[in-house]
Nanobody
Framework: QVDLVESGGGLVQAGGTLGLSCAAS????????MAWFRQAPDKQRELVAR???????DYLDSVKGRFTISRDSAKNTVSLQMDSLKPEDTAVYFC??????????????WGPGTQVTVSS
């Protein structure tokens, strides 16, 4: 089990910038990747960005070029820098720690979520 605590988020106008951070504790050695998901009202949770322990990143198409995921292995933290925010980015954002088995990622833990609201 990996415990995650998010910080950041809040309210911003369209075109603005926000940053999210997440600290991991517990069974850190099992982590193969860290990710951010989001869930908007009445929509399914979706993967926004992932970064592996090797530093390989992957992004949702709609955030490419605007969001940047990064990690600090020494501090066991992962961050998400969100630029040029749009109203459709409004959602609860969740930090996620992932293990890997057979080439497939699986969840080791979830943060409680933090609200990001982008006003038009």
């Amino acid at each position: 089990q990996v415990d995650l605590v998010e910080s950041g988020g809040g309210l911003v106008q369209a075109g603005g910038t926000l940053g999210l951070s997440c600290a991991a504790s517990g069974r850190i050695s099992r982590i193969s990747a860290m990710a951010w998901f989001r869930q908007a009202p009445d929509k399914q949770r979706e993967l926004v960005a992932r970064i592996t322990t090797d530093g390989v990143t992957d992004y949702l198409d709609s955030v490419k070029g605007r969001f940047t995921i990064s990690r600090d292995s020494a501090k066991n933290t992962v961050s998400l820098q969100m630029d040029s925010l749009k109203p459709e980015d409004t959602a609860v954002y969740f930090c996620n720690a992932q293990g890997i088995s057979g080439g497939h990622y699986y969840a080791l833990g979830w943060g409680p979520g933090t609200q990001v609201t982008v006003s038009s």
